[in-house]
């Protein structure tokens, strides 16, 4: 795995020649930091897709903006409900907007699909689609124990060991529906499809190449983590390292709640 720095040269010439080559690519990031959306538009740029898939844009906002192109940021928030989305602000996702003319593919899971996903598991929330992708068939005890330790821990330790279950099941439900969104835009446009995405479903490991290996074995996928000050969970093909950003303690909101 290829590891890259703070260097002012965000992506090198290496970087973008081995993104070019690939199909599909997946730009992870951490959500709230704005240089991992810096990283994303210069590899937009450099790449050219034919479509971009956001874990950030649902399935209608994404038909409102095929219908008709935002203008300015304030008409994006608008057509994309950004406000409402609980997204860290569009300001520093906009520039990626900008980048490409390519068509914008959404991939986010409504609430109430969540909701469902919560309540009677991610296959009934996929629905007719939920086999094809694996979501009927349990995880092998470690992969699930593990992902349940992850929760936790992303949780602050403060969730009941109850809910953990329904935590990945959660996960898992939107990295089918990205998968989902990114086959499609594949079979639509011919790709190459960028994908812009948390870290949790880049990694190589557990997330969306899980899913694509096992429904499109052809396809060349390239997978970009963005770590903070080194720090990052999972598989990538490559990984650019930011500094760490100044932020809460998002355990204070957990232990308030007690």
Excluded at 68 to 83: D, I, Q, Y
Excluded at 218 to 226: A, C, R
Aim: with cysteine; proline share 7%.
């Amino acid at each position: 795995m290829v590891r890259q720095g703070h260097s002012q040269e965000l992506l090198t010439a290496e970087l973008i020649a081995e993104m070019q080559s690939a199909d599909v690519v997946i730009l992870g990031e951490i959500h709230d930091n704005p240089r991992h959306h810096l990283v994303q538009t210069e590899a937009i740029k450099s790449l050219s897709p034919t479509a971009v898939v956001w874990e950030m844009v649902t399935e209608e906002g994404a038909q409102r903006l095929a219908q008709k192109a935002a203008t300015n940021p304030e008409e994006l928030s608008r057509m994309l409900r950004w406000a409402e989305s609980g997204w860290p602000p569009l300001s520093m996702y906009y520039p990626i907007f900008q980048a490409s003319n390519a068509p914008v593919y959404g991939a986010m899971v409504p609430r109430a699909a969540a909701r469902a996903a919560m309540e009677r598991g991610a296959a009934t929330a996929l629905g007719a689609d939920a086999a094809r992708y694996g979501l009927t068939v349990p995880l092998a005890p470690e992969d699930q124990a593990a992902r349940e330790a992850d929760q936790l821990a992303a949780h602050c330790d403060a969730i009941p060991a109850e809910d953990l279950p329904q935590m990945v099941a959660i996960q898992r439900l939107r990295d089918a529906v990205l998968t989902r969104s990114i086959l499609r835009a594949t079979e639509e446009t011919g790709g190459p499809v960028a994908v812009i995405t948390g870290n949790g479903h880049a990694r190589k490991d557990r997330g969306i190449p899980t899913f694509l290996t096992r429904l499109r074995p052809g396809l060349k996928v390239f997978v970009l983590g963005q770590s903070e000050d080194g720090v990052v969970d999972g598989e990538f093909d490559a990984v650019i390292d930011s500094p760490a950003v100044d932020r809460e303690d998002p355990c204070k909101a957990f232990e308030a709640q007690n």
